[in-house]
């Protein structure tokens, strides 16, 4: 309904005014409210008090210049509402009230009709109720004495609810951009000065307002991080180089780009709400099922190793973490892809070198250590072919093939599984059968061997003749690399170990060979295999031992090798 008919129905009315609450939304609805209200007035000899944007003022006058003359446009009286309404930023009943009927009041006593439009504008402060309030109940008097026609323009966009039901109880009518009617909510008990009663009520509501506003600010600010939060979630798994799945139950719900790309997925795959297992295939269905109960109980689960076949063909590995989260608001899981493709495949390959490498190795030491005994027999068997004999050849011949034994059989004992015939020994008496086996070669190299054990029994399981060919193989490089000093053997118990450290004041071992010392084949001997730490190793590992060698050139060399103890003494020599 347009100003100007509701206008219409009060000029009939003698004395009594009209107080008209005005709760606007639109803004052409409102500046349209605003021109006609204006037309009318200036139509009908009224002077106008128009309080309001000086944006809203120009506009209706330019609209109104081209209809009314500008000596009729004088009869509009212009005021700035910010500057009307507000003092030192607050709303101030009595001041606005006065300023109002400092304006008027002149008008009135030159016998003058007067109309009035404000849009009340208003800053939250405390008691902002209870003063606009007071201020439309001392309009509502002013107006109805002095039969005034007057509007009060609020914004029904940032005005609150409560204030706007207070404001219905002190305006006789309600205008919205398209209605009108009388208000339900007025009566002049409401135009009564406040009861303390009443006051505390409005203060009350103040109070609840507040913390409705700050808890509004802090739920506003709360909802900005979390979408914040949620914008830069879905930037990172939309990014991420790792390949991301998320399903509900079985069935897929989204992919991230780089899950596209590597599983090869389409988005026909998510449009048909297909399972998981229809568009990836594992190869192993011990480990689908394992997952697939997962899934279902949305719990979390890591594969480390599994193998998929995609629908191109293509067979991957990947390393699989599925993590419970939500998604669209209900239960689902996380599913990461890393891809060990590409490594399983350099470690395949790594695997496959190095035993050729190996291989190779071995190769090579068999030609090599097989090659001069046979060089040695192959020219001895011509010589004898020839006709010279001697007796010394046969003994060099027989040299020779004892060699290739020796060497035959110690490739063996690296290359076959033995099985160990274990019982309970005391180290120390294998350690003492050893020394005795070796003081004469020793003696004869102005050596000295000697022992020192923990008080106990110091028991192994183990298989006797493999330890003493270790031990014997350890000593013997220690007498190897001297022509005199000393070797001392140390046995002692190390928690849930026996140790056995065999010390010598040789000449030592360089850096450079000590990193080499464990290569097949590498030797510093005139006549060594290069095999025997080989040997030495496969004895240690079979009875779950192991092995730390120190050296250092010009001071001597540790070896020590560590066995699990035994605290039971079943050996029969402890019976």
Known sequence: MKA?????????????????????????????????????????????????????????????????????????????CEEFYFSNYRFDA????????TIVGPLLENGERVMTWGQVTYENHEELLEELRM?????????????????????????????????????????????????????????????????????NIEVENENLVMNNKKLAKANKLIARKRSEYRKLLQEIPVALLITKGETLCYANVEAMQDLVLSEIDFKKNKRIFDVLHIQDKEVEK??????????????????????????????????????????????????LT??????????????????????AGIAHEIKNPLTSIKGFYHLIKTGLVKDHFYTIIDDE???????????????????????????????????????????????????????????????????????????????????HGHIEIKVSKREEDVEVKVIDDGHGISADNLRKINEPFFTTKKTGTGLGLLICDKIINSHGGSKYIESEEGVGTTFTVRFPSVQDMLSPEYH
């Open 4 to 80: 100007g008919s509701i206008l219409e129905m009060f000029t009939q009315k003698e004395k009594r005014g009209a107080h008209i609450y005005y709760s606007f939304n639109e803004k052409q609805k409102y500046m349209n409210q605003a021109r006609d209200f204006l037309s009318y007035g200036l139509t009908h000899g009224y002077k106008i008090i128009f309080i309001d944007e000086q944006s809203v003022y120009q506009e209706v006058i330019n609209q109104l210049s081209d209809l009314y003359p500008s000596e009729t446009l004088k009869d509009i009286y212009f005021y700035e």
């Open 94 to 101: 009595s001041r606005n009230s006065a300023k109002l009927s």
């Open 135 to 203: 201020y439309e109940i001392n309009c509502d008097l002013f107006i109805n004495t002095k039969g005034l026609i007057s509007v009060c323009a609020y914004n029904g966009l940032t005005t609150a609810a409560y204030i706007q039901i207070e404001l219905l109880k002190t305006h006789e009518y309600f205008m919205t951009d398209d209605d009108f009617s009388i208000s339900t909510m007025y009566h002049e008990n409401h135009l009564k000065n406040l009861t303390e009663i009443e006051r505390n009520r409005l203060i």
């Open 290 to 339: 394992e997952w697939m109960r997962a899934l279902h109980s949305n719990i979390d689960m890591t594969i480390k190793e599994v193998g998929v076949t995609l629908h191109t063909g293509q067979k991957k590995t990947y390393r699989l973490k599925s993590i419970s989260t939500w998604y669209g608001g209900e239960e689902a899981s996380i599913h990461a892809f890393i891809d």
């Open 342 to 363: 590409q490594s399983k495949e350099y470690e395949n390959h790594l695997i496959r070198s190095e035993k050729l490498n190996i291989a190779g190795q071995i190769a």
């Open 401 to 483: 093939l004892d060699r290739i034994e020796q060497i035959a059989n110690e490739f063996l004992i690296l290359a076959k599984p033995h099985l160990e015939a274990n019982s309970i020994h005391a180290i120390d008496q294998i350690i003492e059968e050893v020394k005795t086996l070796l003081e004469t070669q020793a003696i004869m190299k102005g050596i000295e061997i000697t022992t020192t054990y923990d008080d106990g029994p110091l028991l192994v399981d183990c298989e006797e003749t493999k330890i003493k060919q270790l031990f014997v193989n350890l000593i013997k490089n220690s007498l190897e690399a001297m022509n």
